[in-house]
């Protein structure tokens, strides 16, 4: 019996941190390993460009994407890996299924909200219609399950209402995915924890590539909260509750381990601590990346086998969404 199929991206818009390792990378190996699925994971090249963005920067932030991917642990024996603007199956299903997306849907997508506030000048059609593409990426797949945070929910409810539309209307062709949430650490910057960990906050974040050092710095540095308990209570003590956070994602415990085991140290104490953890935990990581980058060949064959295979599998699922819709 075949494997449910499981398909998830990552945008390549700026080097990734600790909360894309903690919320999306060390997730995707876990699935991965767990031999559940048959998994397919991309690099949303199509998405990332809804932002401004340098052409050769972004050829080289697609590259990396995949060396993240390699040094995470994806293995391309198991797992698929591939580049979505190398196949036009994501475009055209994204038209098809624009054609019976109500407007209205879309413009209740609080993620299109949040983005054109924050961002007024750069409200463009792309934003508004990338949860389209999003259900196409998905939908081209037969994916079952797409793992995905909350923030996401949203627009995975619109791919499912999209596979259930086209086949009332055209007869069976789409499976409904579902989401596949899973418990990952929210990791807010290290400056402010009111707000997301962001590459716009290079001082509060902790990039996967970071020298050890600089990791080092930066978590000392971290801000705190007033009083001097390590305890887990993100409204009272959002700061400290934040590393705790990081913490316990690394180490496998929870947060209430976290607090017995440093119930009578310091702020300065368990920051120590939580460097030399984040270091050791991310060595690994960062030593096959560098190894892989110097492999410029089987990067690229990664990348040529992954778009091949994953070419094969949507352009059949095109050619039989169209077929139901009397185009071929």
Known sequence: MPKPILVSGIQPS???HIGNYLGALKNFVELQNSGKYECFFFVADYH????????????????????????AGIDPERSTIFVQ?????????MWILSTITPIGELERMTQFKDKSASAPQNINVGLFTYPVLMAADILL????????????????????????????KFGKTFIEPKSLLTKTARVMSLDDPSKKMSKSRPAGC????????TMESKIKKAVTDSGTEIQFDPKGKPAISNLIAIWSA???????????????????????????????????????KMKLRKDARTVRTVIENGNARAATISEQKLRTTKTAMGLL
Do not use: M
């Not at 990332?48 to 040094?71: H, Q």
């Open 141 to 168: 797949y037969d994916a079952s399950v797409v793992p995905v945070g909350e923030d996401q929910l949203q627009h995975l409810e619109l791919a499912r209402t999209l596979a259930r539309k086209f086949n009332a």
């Open 250 to 288: 690394l180490s496998g415990k929870s947060e209430k381990d976290a607090e017995k085991q440093f119930n009578d140290k310091s702020y300065a104490q368990f920051k120590n601590e939580l460097a030399e953890l984040t270091v050791n935990s991310l060595a690994p990581f960062q030593e096959r």
């Open 206 to 213: 902790l990039f996967l590539d970071d020298e050890p050092k």
């Open 48 to 71: 990332s460009i809804t932002e401004e963005f340098n052409p050769a920067e972004k050829r080289e932030a697609v590259r990396e994407i995949v060396l993240d991917y390699l040094a």
């Open 14 to 16: 700026g080097k990734l």
């Open 85 to 93: 603007s190398a196949l036009p199956a994501h475009t055209d299903l």
